[in-house]
């Protein structure tokens, strides 16, 4: 188990690092600039699907099996929180 947490927690790692690459290309894309520079879009694709892969098919398996419906609940909004999305 805790090699999946260290796994999941280096891929958040990994995968804020792509999104700080890719975002300003999208904003630029966004406002009609046809001379921005592509990010390697194939890798971070690759990176999120393999990331959800390992959520959905282990790690949120796990978490409810040991956790109750208010801590699931609670990781859920925290998950939420951290993308800016309103629960």
């Known amino acids: 188990q805790a090699a999946l947490a260290d796994r999941i927690a280096a891929d958040h790692v990994l995968m804020s690092a792509a999104w700080q690459s890719l975002r300003p290309w999208l904003l630029a894309i966004g406002q009609g600039d046809p001379s921005a520079v592509m990010p390697d879009l194939p890798r971070f694709m690759a990176l999120y699907r393999e990331h959800i892969a390992l ?13 109750d419906e208010a801590a699931q609940r609670a990781m859920g909004r925290e998950m939420a929180q951290r993308r800016g999305v309103a629960v």
């Open 55 to 67: 959520e959905e098919g282990s790690a949120f398996k796990r978490a409810q099996s040991v956790l």
